[in-house]
């Protein structure tokens, strides 16, 4: 499927992360994959692309993957907001597309560690209603200290 996941690539053209579900990569792929922990950096139950007994989820079809200026930003650790459009949300389709939903969500991730933590979403809990299959975009705004979300919907 495309879009399932966002790749850090350096200067020197080497991947050094993947915020993506461990699924389907080469061997040296896989082991830039981030694993998923909680704000205590305990890693969660995740299997294949779904996590289980957690509020984290990956992003899929997801659009505007920025730095976001709300967290931090350094040498080890990388805050970055992502539009998840959600669609093959856990790597398939739902038997009904009103089973669909996208979010904004918001990860910081350990580059030394390869870890990541989601700090916040919105969106989930709109479900169908605010599903949008195309272009949508999340940007933080410092002055604002808010998200700005656009999306299209029906």
Partial sequence: MRHQGVIKVGRDKEVKWILAPNVGWTKDMAAKVLTPVDGKGRKLDCVG????????????????AWLSERGENNERYTTMS???????????????SQDKWSRAAEYRIDEK?????????F??????????????????DPEMKTYFLSAHTR
């Fill in 123 to 140: 969106g989930k809990e709109r479900g169908w209603d605010w599903y949008s299959a195309v272009t949508s975009n999340v940007k933080y």
């Fill in 82 to 96: 992502v539009f998840d459009n959600g669609d093959g949300r856990e790597l398939e389709q739902p038997a009904l």
């Fill in 49 to 64: 692309a779904k996590c289980n007994n957690t509020e984290f989820d990956w992003s899929f079809t997801q659009h505007t």
């Fill in 113 to 121: 560690n390869l870890t990541v933590q989601q700090t916040w979403q």
